[in-house]
């Protein structure tokens, strides 16, 4: 009892399934400009990070002293750190004389030279 399917239903099956496919594609390519816009204007909206920096002190006697400026990512600062402000890395390294680390050049991110 197997009719026979003319051509011309097969191809209107065919251009059926076809149509189904482009509106997927076209949803597709919506959420990914969509997802690109989005993701641009948070590149733009957000600004980057501040840099930071840590006081690496140095223990004597039971008494902690400022050894060294870091930079907050420089693992050479050692387990006694202090974090600090972009004004209070300045004031150690100009004012305090505090050293700054040979390895990450925190003053040269600070404009100390």
Do not use: N
């Amino acid at each position: 009892m197997s009719e026979k399917v003319s051509r011309l239903e097969r191809l209107r099956s065919v251009r059926e399934w076809l149509a189904w496919q482009l509106r997927r594609t076209d949803q597709t390519i919506a959420e990914l400009e969509r997802q690109e816009v989005m993701a641009a204007r948070a590149a733009r909206t957000l600004p980057p990070p501040p840099p930071g920096w840590k006081l690496a002190m140095q223990r004597a006697g039971g008494k902690a002293t400022p050894d060294s400026v870091h930079a907050s990512e420089c693992s050479m600062a050692g387990k006694h750190t202090k974090p600090l402000t972009r004004d209070q890395a300045l004031r150690a390294l100009t004012e305090d004389d505090v050293a700054p680390c040979p390895y990450c050049r925190p003053d040269t991110d600070l404009g100390v030279l």
